[in-house]
């Protein structure tokens, strides 16, 4: 079953993806980190929302995104 990584409301509006701590294909677990994003000075982590495999990114380093913006899918 295919689980959205969904950006949840971190209080600062937009933010910066920085980083992916998994690549396509790798095996995730749930609550694990999955991404880093950047938010007026401060940092925040995305936890993997189910444990599988990272299926796709739909967003990538340096990229804006929005609170409810679905960052990939965890299958």
Do not use: C, H
């Not at 790798?26 to 880093?36: H, M, W």
């Not at 739909?58 to 965890?74: F, K, S």
Request: charged letters at 25%.
């Amino acid at each position: 079953m295919a689980t959205p990584i969904v950006l949840p409301d971190l209080g600062a509006g937009r933010v910066t993806l920085s980083v992916w701590y998994a690549d396509r294909g790798d095996p995730v677990l749930e609550g694990e980190r999955l991404v880093e994003v950047l938010a007026g000075g401060a940092t925040f982590e995305v936890v993997s929302p189910a444990t599988g495999r990272l299926k796709e990114k739909r967003v990538y380093p340096n990229e804006a995104i929005d609170v409810g913006q679905v960052l990939g899918v965890v299958e």
